[in-house]
């Protein structure tokens, strides 16, 4: 809709994608001190700084993984890794990157109360999922497959940077970028109301991986964007609908394992 938000000059531009990621990145990072003080007993600034280390741990992870995908465009234009402000964010990259830093750096740090703090920070996540899908919103990425009886069905104009192709503009599209921020959405309201039962720390955030599975690999049928996205198994299946097998077996061994580990340190 409006890739570029603030069009100063030809060579200084605010782009509409960077802009809501670091909006997604504050509103989560706010929750998260927030809820860790209150809950944990958590220092806000040291929460913080695991946020803003996971940020850049996020988008570095995110950002490889769609280089993996489009590898032959990146190995002509290698510097063109560090335009991240043009889109080409994978969130199962950044997710996974993550969660392998959390699972070297919080055993390491048993003041964090580990699996509670990684609850609250499933819970945070949501709201980073809200807010940082406008981000595909308003540059293009992520679109819908053409809908035209659709009732809720988005066009895009051709305007400058957006990422929908010319075949799509001007087209009724699914707003999957919509339905991916309702997701985020439905998480954060369902993680709340399962956290008022206080189940074992680490349980909310195999619920938050089974159920961002579940609705990821949904939302990816009504995606058109295959080879950003990148496919599988004869273009029937997506890279992110396979990556979602994994994770929703990661996130349902959390959640049996730990939903009666009754322990001091609960993030509910």
């Known amino acids: 809709?409006?890739?570029?938000?603030?069009?100063?000059?030809?060579?200084?531009?605010?782009?509409?994608f960077g802009t809501f990621i670091v909006l997604a990145f504050l509103v989560a990072s706010w929750y998260a001190r927030r809820r860790a003080a209150k809950q944990l007993g958590l220092d806000k600034e040291?929460?913080?700084s695991v946020c803003f280390t996971l940020l850049f741990i996020g988008l570095l992870g995110a950002r490889m993984a769609y280089v993996f995908l489009k590898y032959e465009e990146f190995a002509a234009r290698p510097m063109s890794f560090l335009e991240i402000w043009n889109g080409g964010l994978v969130w199962y990259g950044g997710l996974i990157a993550c969660l392998l830093w959390l699972s070297w750096y919080l055993p390491r740090k048993p003041e964090m109360k580990g699996w509670a703090?990684?609850?609250?920070?499933?819970i945070a996540a949501c709201l980073a999922?809200?807010?940082g899908r406008q981000a595909s919103f308003l540059s293009g990425e992520n679109y819908g497959k053409i809908a035209p009886d659709l009732a809720w069905a988005v066009t895009f104009p051709p305007v400058a940077y957006t990422q929908v192709p010319g075949s799509h503009i001007g087209q009724p599209l699914h707003p999957t970028q919509l339905y991916h921020a309702l997701h985020g959405l439905v998480l954060f309201g369902i993680l709340l109301l399962v956290a008022k039962r206080k189940p074992g720390a680490g349980a909310l955030t195999g619920l938050f991986l089974v159920l961002y599975a579940i609705g990821r690999a949904v939302i990816e049928i009504w995606r058109d964007d295959d080879v950003a996205r990148g496919m599988v198994f004869g273009g029937r299946v997506s890279t992110s609908q396979l990556i979602s097998i994994?994770?929703?077996?990661l996130g349902?061994?959390?959640?049996?394992?730990?939903?009666?580990k009754r322990g001091a340190a609960q993030a509910a």
């Open 1 to 16: 809709m409006h890739p570029v938000l603030v069009d100063i000059s030809e060579s200084i531009k605010i782009y509409s």
């Open 46 to 48: 040291r929460v913080f």
């Open 117 to 122: 703090f990684l609850d609250v920070l499933a």
């Open 129 to 131: 999922i809200l807010v």
């Open 246 to 249: 994994p994770v929703f077996f």
């Open 252 to 260: 349902l061994a959390l959640l049996l394992s730990r939903w009666h």
